[in-house]
């Protein structure tokens, strides 16, 4: 009998660890961009105003690229950071356009908020050899990525980005906007975060 008094309160204390080791929760809606899927083996196009489930394509020209972890092309492998999809950026026009994605989250004006994300470059010259990713809360932007990695490799590499913010609304719009000129074919995010950060 003693056994079965003692069973909730282990599982108690096991969810409690679980919690604090996963932190807090991220508030962005399918930050793995897996919902919907690219087709096997390859993407599709989406353009300014159209949504990529909870994400919305953002730019005044432009497009961005839902795609599937198992594209190849130009010799190139094109895996996501984890999970079966991501969104390239770039597009399909490879044009240097400011196109991205975004999504409204709920914050607390005056918290502050950790934003990290995942950025991929494949190092191509004559095709891009580096990736730049702009990052807005509204109208401001808060942070520039620059990933240089990947020279002398087939796929593309991916690097960790982290920056804060403090809200200023009880909604905030977060932006990934693309920063590669014209002739750039690659510049994925992949794994976004925002959480508050702790005190």
């Known amino acids: 009998m003693r056994s079965l008094y003692l069973f909730p309160i282990v599982l108690f204390f096991a969810g409690g660890i679980q919690a604090a080791v996963a932190g807090p929760q991220n508030l962005f809606t399918d930050p793995g961009f897996e919902h919907p899927r690219a087709p096997q083996g390859t993407f599709k196009v989406f353009g300014p105003g159209q949504t990529i489930g909870p994400w919305t394509v953002v730019g005044a020209s432009g497009n961005v690229a839902l795609t599937s972890t198992s594209f190849v092309g130009g010799g190139f492998i094109f895996e996501a950071h984890s999970g079966q999809g991501y969104v390239d950026l770039t597009g399909n026009c490879d044009c240097g356009a400011p196109s991205g994605v975004a999504q409204t989250v709920t914050t607390v004006p005056g918290a502050t908020y950790q934003l990290t994300f995942w950025g991929s470059n494949a190092y191509i010259p004559g095709h891009g050899t580096t990736s730049q990713v702009q990052v807005y809360v509204g109208t401001t932007l808060i942070f520039t990525s620059l990933n240089t990695h990947?020279?002398?490799?087939?796929?593309?590499?991916?690097?960790?980005?982290?920056?804060?913010?403090?809200?200023?609304?009880?909604?905030?719009?977060?932006?990934?906007?693309?920063?590669?000129?014209?002739?750039?074919?690659?510049?994925?995010?992949?794994?976004?975060?925002?959480?508050?950060?702790?005190n």
């Open 150 to 198: 990947g020279k002398g490799l087939d796929d593309q590499v991916w690097k960790k980005f982290s920056t804060s913010f403090v809200a200023t609304d009880t909604a905030s719009t977060i932006s990934f906007i693309n920063g590669d000129p014209n002739g750039d074919f690659m510049n994925g995010i992949d794994d976004v975060r925002v959480a508050e950060a702790p």
